[in-house]
């Protein structure tokens, strides 16, 4: 089984500033299977990113995907209000398994 | 507009079997091109995959569940259904029902989510 791990735990940022998060699996992953999700308190996750730097429908231009293999990083380029949130990311793998990171909080400074 | 929405009761006994049903709407879940798949979140805590089903019923579920898990599909009424067996606290969370493409795997759609708490 892949395990995803997630850095830093929480981010502390201002509205504006620039988000950078890490996800780390624990082996290869194919770009193809590695998804960015937002989860807001009380909501369903919403997908952000798949195949690791596409956007889904309707997700800003200020989110962006990217790494390969073992490292992936989710860009958030200027924080608005409504960005503050939980991050996760999943990825699908051998053994037709889908696992997710523990998620990364940003919230405001 | 692709609408899923989750069903079943809130609260189940330990040892007893959790029951819940996704109504797929605003569209079909016998298209060949999605998975659907159910989620759960314990309180406070992250997401964990539970399993996946096509249209014509194959399933694959998560190797530290599969177990107890039953996924199955009714496609005459555009819907699908989680059962989960010997239940403990631990089975305790929000269980969320979503579409997966083939072509992406990762859940682009999902439902509201419905918190099911194990208690006697």
């Known amino acids: 089984e892949i395990v995803l791990t997630q850095s830093p735990g929480t981010l502390s940022l201002s509205p504006g500033e620039r988000a950078t998060l890490s996800c780390r699996a624990s082996q290869s992953v194919s770009s193809s299977y590695l998804a960015w999700y937002q989860q807001k308190p009380g909501q369903a996750p919403r997908l952000l990113i798949y195949g690791a730097s596409s956007r889904a429908t309707g997700i800003p231009d200020r989110f962006s995907g990217s790494g390969s293999g073992t490292d992936f990083t989710l860009t958030i380029s200027r924080l608005e209000p409504e960005d503050f949130a939980v991050y996760y990311c999943q990825q699908y793998g051998s053994s037709s398994l889908f696992t997710f990171g523990p998620g990364t909080k940003v919230d405001i400074k | 507009q692709l609408q899923l929405q989750e069903s079943g009761p809130g609260l189940v006994k330990p040892s007893e079997t959790l029951s819940l049903t996704c109504t797929v709407s605003?569209?079909?879940?016998?298209?060949?091109?999605?998975?659907w798949g159910w989620i759960r979140q314990p309180p406070g805590k992250g997401l964990e995959w539970i399993g996946s089903i096509y249209y014509s019923g194959s399933t694959y579920y998560n190797p530290s569940l599969k177990s107890r898990v039953t996924i199955s599909v009714d496609t005459s009424k555009n819907q699908f259904s989680l059962k989960l067996s010997s239940v403990t606290a631990a089975d305790t969370a929000v269980y969320y029902c979503a579409r997966h493409p083939l072509a992406w795997d990762a859940f682009d759609i999902w439902g509201q989510g419905t918190m099911v708490t194990v208690s006697s």
């Open positions: 605003g569209g079909s879940i016998s298209s060949s091109s999605y998975y």
